[in-house]
């Protein structure tokens, strides 16, 4: 049974920083390109970074330059680092195999303040 869970999310002002943390269990992690999603309040749960098993790594316009994703496959995890926040980014980010699978973990959240 696949498990995400994330963490890393939390208040920071406009321009600051921030690190997500997925932790994967339940599936052979390093075989599956995953994803950074994210949802904010009324709007759709958007792809904001994917990286595939090679280590190559796709974003968001919105998210590029900003925004880095990685992996560990040692350790069943992958990240989001997060630069220059927006106020705009601020929603739900959660993780998940892409494309995604049914399940969602509970996600992490982010709030960006001006």
């Known amino acids: 049974q696949v498990q995400l869970v994330e963490s890393g999310g939390g208040l920071v002002q406009s321009g600051g920083s921030l690190r997500l943390s997925c932790a994967a269990s339940g599936t052979i992690f390093r075989l599956y390109t995953m994803g950074w999603y994210r949802q904010a309040p009324g709007k759709q749960r958007e792809l904001v970074a994917r990286?595939?098993?090679?280590?190559?790594?796709n974003y968001a316009d919105s998210a590029k330059g900003r925004f880095t994703i990685s992996r560990d496959n040692a350790k069943n995890q992958v990240y989001l680092q997060m630069n220059d926040l927006k106020p705009e980014d601020t929603a739900v980010y959660y993780c998940?195999?892409?494309?995604?699978?049914?399940?969602w973990g509970q996600g992490t959240q982010v709030t960006v303040s001006s």
């Open positions: 990286i595939t098993t090679s280590g190559s790594t």
């Open positions: 998940n195999k892409n494309p995604p699978i049914t399940y």
